[in-house]
């Protein structure tokens, strides 16, 4: 593929992107500005005309603050005074409006979350659009500069025109003339078919792990809005479960962002001369604080190993392994740390936990996206936390070797 194609695809895949982007955050903006404003309005509205029986624009209406002892500000009084009755009301609003704005705030943020995850699923959903188009007109260009006869295009167009639309349809030429189209084109087909069922895959599995959490805080913001005012048992527990919710969707998008930009190369290592007796003592130090429910053991190599590698990213790759042995083990359990070099004389980073373990069908599929074994859902997690390890280690040249029995425990290491 040609770098001209590839700039003109970047190009048109930002405008597309961002102008859908840019339309969605000014929608965003002013349908946020309306609520903020029309729901204490309307809340306003319902308490004078039950103090007062009507609406009117002769009402007098103010706004004060009223200061404490220090000359803070304590509370927002609103008065109104009906015109016709001389009948004043007066609405205290900072907790009701306290409450509101908490609600509102989530919402808002949940929804511009939503964009930031929608706008690198735009540039994706684009890229994978046009990228078989940019290869097809590379491999068009090469067809150009091909000495054929009329007979020979004639073929390739008659073959591909009668191409079945079945998902394991190639296309077959018979001529030894065009075995390297034939081979190009079928090559590009079967990209084309696992672009489309892994992005299929990917929307439905990120759809599923943000379903449940958009709904719980949709569910206690109803709360809020119904009982939440003057209940604070309510209050209370809504905030709560809003701020776990919204904690936990945080870090899902912030996972799905991470592997995005991976597909689209955007993450580079910055890598380093790195000590892997220092990065997993440091690894091990952190379970210490962190994790006090389990036994931390860390075996040093002798002597130290030291790679080339991104310090931060190979860190992260460990602290997943570690975090999920540290969910499929029992408390009191042990968990070890392992650095050194293997029969082939390759160095490697290693973490065995005496969990739950895994099945043979269970390891071959681990490292897949939001793939997450049956004895596994009743952990909490996202299935992400192992497949960016993997892009990790794989960024590094390195693989990993698993050996797990169920009930027994699960050792994995990382080979670079």
Same mark, same amino acid.
């Given at each position: 593929m040609s770098s001209v194609p590839n700039k003109s695809m970047n190009s048109i895949t930002q405008k597309l992107a961002a102008g859908r982007a840019g339309r969605a955050l000014a929608r965003l903006f002013f349908r946020a500005l309306f609520l903020l404003i029309l729901i204490p309005a309307a809340y306003l509205a319902v308490r004078e005309h039950t103090a007062f029986g009507h609406l009117s624009f002769k009402t007098e209406r103010e706004f004060a603050i009223e200061r404490d002892a220090e000359g803070k500000p304590a509370e927002l009084l609103y008065t109104a005074k009906d015109a016709e009755s001389s009948t004043e009301l007066q609405v205290r609003m900072w907790s009701g409006l306290r409450v509101w704005l908490i609600v509102w705030g989530v919402l808002t943020g949940l929804r511009f979350i939503g964009l930031l995850f929608a706008y690198q699923a735009e540039k994706e959903r684009v890229r994978k659009i046009l990228a078989p188009l940019n290869e097809l007109a590379a491999q068009a260009e090469a067809l150009s500069q091909m000495e054929f006869g009329e007979d020979k295009y004639r073929l390739i167009e008659d073959a591909v025109s009668h191409l079945d639309a079945d998902e394991n349809a190639s296309l077959h030429l018979d001529d030894s003339d065009l075995a390297g189209v034939e081979a190009a084109i079928n090559n590009l087909l079967t990209r084309i078919r696992e672009s489309n069922r892994q992005q299929a895959r990917f929307v439905n599995d990120a759809s599923h792990e943000l379903r449940t959490p958009i709904a719980v805080i949709s569910g206690y913001a109803d709360m809020l809005a119904r009982w939440g005012k003057d209940d604070e048992t309510v209050l209370? !527990?809504?905030?709560?479960?809003?701020?776990?919710?919204?904690?936990?969707?945080?870090?899902?998008?912030?996972?799905?962002?991470?592997?995005?930009?991976?597909?689209? /190369?955007?993450?580079?290592?910055?890598?380093?001369?790195? *000590? #892997?007796?220092?990065?997993?003592?440091?690894?091990?130090?952190?379970?210490?604080?962190?994790?006090?429910?389990?036994?931390? %053991?860390?075996?040093?190599?002798?002597?130290?190993?030291? @790679?080339?590698?991104?310090? /931060?990213?190979?860190?992260?790759?460990? %602290?997943? #392994?570690?975090?999920?042995?540290?969910?499929?083990?029992?408390?009191?359990?042990?968990?070890?740390?392992?650095?050194?070099?293997?029969?082939? /004389?390759?160095?490697?980073?290693?973490?065995?936990?005496? /969990?739950?373990?895994?099945?043979?069908?269970? @390891?071959?599929?681990?490292?897949?996206?939001?793939?997450?074994?049956?004895?596994?859902?009743? @952990?909490?997690?996202?299935?992400?936390?192992? *497949?960016?390890?993997?892009?990790?280690?794989?960024?590094?040249?390195?693989?990993?070797?698993?050996?797990?029995? !169920?009930?027994?425990?699960?050792?994995?290491?990382?080979?670079?």
């Open positions: 209370n !527990e809504s905030i709560a479960a809003i701020q776990t919710e919204t904690q936990r969707m945080k870090h899902l998008v912030e996972q799905l962002l991470f592997l995005a930009r991976g597909d689209a /190369g955007r993450t580079q290592l910055q890598k380093e001369d790195v *000590s #892997l007796n220092a990065l997993m003592r440091e690894a091990y130090e952190e379970s210490l604080m962190i994790d006090e429910a389990h036994v931390y %053991r860390f075996t040093e190599a002798d002597p130290d190993i030291t @790679v080339q590698a991104d310090p /931060g990213l190979l860190k992260q790759a460990v %602290r997943i #392994l570690l975090d999920n042995a540290a969910k499929y083990t029992a408390a009191g359990d042990e968990i070890l740390l392992k650095t050194g070099r293997d029969d082939a /004389g390759r160095p490697f980073l290693q973490v065995q936990d005496s /969990g739950i373990g895994m099945a043979r069908a269970d @390891v071959e599929h681990m490292f897949e996206r939001f793939y997450r074994a049956d004895e596994a859902r009743s @952990v909490e997690g996202t299935g992400l936390g192992l *497949s960016i390890a993997k892009w990790i280690i794989d960024k590094h040249g390195g693989h990993f070797e698993v050996l797990s029995r !169920e009930d027994i425990g699960t050792r994995i290491r990382i080979v670079l």
